[in-house]
Structures are given as C-alpha cells and as structure tokens.
C-alpha cells in the first residue's frame, strides 16, 4: 500500500507562485511514473503534469513555460513549481502515482489552490 501526503496549496495573487510538493511512503513497491492532476468546480479532473522514472515529463498546453515538475527519487518526493499562476489555475491539486507492474493507481487527498485576480 502506497501512501501520498501533498503540502504547498494556497491563496495567491495572479502572477504569483506556488510549489506543491508530494511524498509517497510504504513498502514493496517502485514508481513507474508520477504527476499531477486538477480538478475545478463543474469540471474533470485533468493531467497538468507527469514525470516518469527516467525523468521524461509531460505537460498539460495551458501550463507550458509556467509550471515544472521534477522528482527526487532518492526522498519519493515530487515537486510542482508553479509561476505566472492565472486565476484559471484555481482547482484542488491532486498527487498522482503509478506503481510499476502491476501498474497500481494511488491518489492523493487533494490540496487547494486559489488564484486571486
């Protein structure tokens, strides 16, 4: 079983930055691959970020140039850095992981980002 606990959310001034950051813990299992999602209010969730384990990434269109992901495997961490934040960006942040074979799927709790205009 894989646990994620997610920090960094918050309340921010359009232009401003945020990073939020992910830790996974528990036993017997490898990362294939991790990233994160958002949900607004009315809407899907959808990917804005993923990193696999060879360090490729992967971006959503609407957060290219303004948002990195990264990972230290050594701490099971991946970060979020989040610059130029619109209000658009407002949503609940979801850590996301993928185990290796089986391919388990964990989640997050979800942490809250408002951006003000």
């Known amino acids: 079983q894989v646990q994620l606990v997610e920090s960094g959310g918050g309340l921010v001034q359009a232009g401003g930055s945020l990073t939020l950051s992910c830790t996974a813990s528990g036993s017997g299992f490898s990362i294939n691959a991790m990233g994160w999602y958002r949900q607004a209010p009315g809407k899907q969730r959808e990917l804005v970020a993923s990193i696999l384990s060879g360090g490729i990434t992967n971006y959503a269109d609407s957060v290219k140039g303004r948002f990195t992901i990264n990972r230290d495997n050594a701490k099971n961490t991946q970060y979020l850095q989040m610059n130029n934040l619109k209000p658009e960006d407002t949503a609940v942040y979801y850590c996301?992981?993928?185990?290796?074979?089986?391919?388990?799927?964990?989640w997050g709790q979800g942490t809250q980002v408002t951006v003000s205009s």
């Open positions: 996301h992981l993928q185990t290796t074979w089986p391919f388990h799927n964990y």
